[in-house]
């Protein structure tokens, strides 16, 4: 008897570690942008947001944390900077953290972006990580908006195609960027929140033919869900100053067995336990 009680808790111990290295769990953190609520004159609403954030990613203790751009409103602004830098630092360090820039991270304007202050804050503007079952990229939306055919538009270009080139069709692969490619439809016009049709087909073919399973942005300050084929295209909303009709939050993807599960939700939303927040994002189905 007590040969196969101890069979029976081994095999149950067994079973859970597989499950859990089977389920990967990813917070999205897009747009705290500190400052722009008032507009520069204080912090006050960013800091309570994204330290909110914070707490509810170290009750859960996702995988990672990917911050996808615009974390500062003014990027000369050291202020906001290390405000930024000192609630992310509060996250516990077992949770891998990456970041790509927004535009209001580099300064971005037609045919211009300053990543000085990136660097130094931040420093590389592209990533490419194994989490768990996840194989994440982010990339920097910025050079293809605002400086698209420069030099580091086309290193960036032939570095994202040799990584997808690399990855396992049959896995998840997620990219990550600031700018949504589009919010609604593949073939809506462009204008601001968005990216032009040319430059939007040529990445549009590239994940389709690497197998990418979503691809994944903010920018717009507001939720929209949309695909091209089976691929879907996100884009979450801010976890500071909203500008559409969906609250300050986060978004959380749970990948687990081939599949992609995600929903958005404020941060006072969210569970006290990773078990509880994979349930129910997977009951979500967003």
């Given at each position: 008897?007590?040969r196969?009680l101890?069979f029976?808790?081994?095999?149950?111990?067994?079973?859970?570690?597989?499950s859990?290295?089977?389920?990967?769990?990813i917070?999205?953190v897009?747009?705290?942008?500190m400052?722009f609520?008032?507009?520069?004159?204080?912090m006050?609403y960013?800091?309570?947001m994204?330290?909110k954030?914070?707490?509810a990613?170290?009750?859960?203790m996702?995988?990672?944390?990917?911050?996808t751009?615009?974390?500062?409103?003014?990027?000369?602004?050291s202020?906001?900077?290390?405000?930024f830098?000192?609630?992310?630092?509060?996250?516990?360090?077992?949770?891998?953290?990456?970041s790509i820039?927004?535009n209001?991270?580099?300064?971005?304007?037609?045919g211009s972006?300053?990543l000085?202050?990136?660097?130094?804050?931040?420093?590389?503007?592209?990533?490419?990580?194994?989490?768990g079952?996840?194989?994440l990229?982010g990339?920097d939306?910025?050079?293809?908006?605002y400086?698209e055919?420069?030099?580091?538009d086309?290193?960036?270009?032939?570095?994202?195609?040799?990584?997808l080139?690399?990855?396992?069709?049959d896995?998840?692969?997620i990219?990550?960027a600031?700018?949504?490619?589009f919010?609604k439809?593949?073939?809506e016009?462009?204008e601001y929140?968005?990216?032009?049709?040319?430059?939007?087909?040529?990445?549009?073919?590239?994940?389709?033919?690497?197998?990418?399973?979503a691809?994944?942005?903010?920018?717009k300050?507001?939720?929209y869900?949309?695909?091209?084929?089976d691929?879907?295209?996100i884009?979450?909303?801010?976890t500071?100053?909203p500008?559409g009709?969906?609250?300050?939050g986060?978004r959380?993807f749970?990948?687990?067995?081939?599949?992609?599960?995600?929903a958005?939700?404020?941060?006072?939303?969210?569970?006290?336990?990773?078990?509880?927040l994979?349930s129910?994002?997977k009951?979500?189905?967003q």
């Amino acid at each position: 008897m007590k040969r196969n009680l101890k069979f029976a808790l081994a095999l149950m111990a067994l079973l859970t570690a597989c499950s859990t290295e089977d389920t990967t769990v990813i917070f999205q953190v897009s747009d705290p942008q500190m400052g722009f609520y008032t507009r520069n004159a204080d912090m006050v609403y960013e800091t309570e947001m994204f330290s909110k954030a914070a707490a509810a990613i170290n009750a859960t203790m996702p995988d990672a944390v990917i911050f996808t751009g615009d974390l500062v409103h003014d990027h000369k602004d050291s202020l906001q900077w290390l405000e930024f830098k000192r609630i992310a630092a509060t996250i516990d360090p077992a949770i891998r953290q990456f970041s790509i820039p927004g535009n209001h991270d580099v300064n971005g304007k037609n045919g211009s972006m300053d990543l000085t202050y990136w660097n130094r804050y931040m420093g590389e503007d592209k990533f490419s990580a194994e989490v768990g079952n996840v194989h994440l990229i982010g990339i920097d939306s910025n050079l293809y908006k605002y400086v698209e055919g420069s030099e580091a538009d086309i290193r960036q270009q032939e570095w994202l195609e040799n990584e997808l080139a690399d990855c396992d069709k049959d896995g998840i692969t997620i990219v990550l960027a600031h700018h949504p490619f589009f919010l609604k439809s593949a073939d809506e016009d462009e204008e601001y929140f968005n990216i032009r049709t040319e430059t939007r087909n040529y990445y549009r073919d590239l994940f389709r033919s690497t197998g990418v399973k979503a691809v994944v942005c903010g920018h717009k300050h507001d939720n929209y869900l949309a695909a091209d084929g089976d691929i879907p295209y996100i884009t979450t909303s801010a976890t500071g100053k909203p500008l559409g009709d969906a609250p300050s939050g986060v978004r959380v993807f749970v990948c687990e067995k081939g599949e992609i599960y995600h929903a958005y939700f404020t941060p006072e939303q969210i569970p006290l336990s990773r078990a509880e927040l994979i349930s129910l994002v997977k009951e979500s189905r967003q």
